[in-house]
């Protein structure tokens, strides 16, 4: 069964920085591209970032570019959202999703960061 | 950046009612458009594929339609567990949300 979990939120001030974890499996996670996407309280879905499969494609969605960083260890079935600069407009529950053919076929549970100003 | 704008925000409907959802694109994106359902507290689910593919498992009463900028979802025929919130997005470039349609109970 194909599971995707999130770890790693919390509370933290603004300017502080987390990071994100996705553990992966139930598939050959170093086939595929993922991507980090939040959703603010109340708010529809945002995109954040982008990774291919091998990790040399990388983007940002403008909002985080700079404060954020993706990674991922195929070996370890990981996907990784490191997040500094925090500010408050960064609360948000975070999803990893797993890309298929260009569209989310796989998403996780979500973890909450709450960014305190 | 391509830009997309669903239509309406949110909408009243009652149980068996047809209801239609649009996206727009602000370039021609072929059929590389997506649709999700998203419930409160959960992660959201795909619903379609390259506009009008019903991913396994989504029962028919759910269709989706159109190319270049202009998409439509369906759902023909609704039920009580459709209330819910749905998304478009585009897989043409970097893969982007389009602002959501909430299905509220009439």
């Known amino acids: 069964e194909v599971q995707l979990v999130e770890s790693g939120g919390g509370l933290v001030q603004s300017g502080g920085s987390l990071r994100l974890s996705c553990a992966a499996s139930g598939f050959i996670f170093s086939s595929y591209e993922m991507s980090w996407v939040r959703q603010a309280p109340g708010k529809g879905l945002e995109w954040v970032s982008y990774?291919?499969?091998?990790?040399?494609?990388?983007h940002y969605a403008d909002s985080v570019k700079g404060r954020f960083t993706i990674s991922r260890d195929n070996a370890k079935n990981s996907l990784y959202l490191q997040m500094n600069s925090l500010r408050a407009e960064d609360t948000a529950v975070y999803y990893c999703?797993?890309?298929?053919?260009?569209?989310?076929?796989?998403w996780g549970q979500g973890t909450l960061v709450t960014v305190s100003s | 950046d391509i830009q997309m704008t669903q239509s309406p925000s949110s909408l009243s409907a009652s149980v068996g009612d047809r209801v239609t959802i649009t996206c727009r694109t602000s370039?021609?994106?072929?059929?590389?458009l997506n649709w999700y359902q998203q419930k409160p507290g959960k992660a959201p689910d795909l619903l379609i594929y390259?506009?009008?593919n019903l991913q396994s498992g989504v029962p028919s009463r759910f269709s989706g339609s159109g190319s270049g900028t202009d998409f439509t979802l369906t759902i023909s025929s609704l039920q009580p567990e459709d209330f819910a919130t749905y998304y478009c997005q585009q897989s043409y470039s970097i893969l982007t949300f389009g602002g959501g349609t909430k299905v509220e109970i009439k």
């Open positions: 999703a797993r890309v298929y053919f260009g569209y989310y076929d796989r």
């Open positions: 390259a506009a009008s």
């Open positions: 370039q021609s994106i072929s059929t590389y």
């Open positions: 990774i291919s499969s091998s990790g040399s494609t990388i």
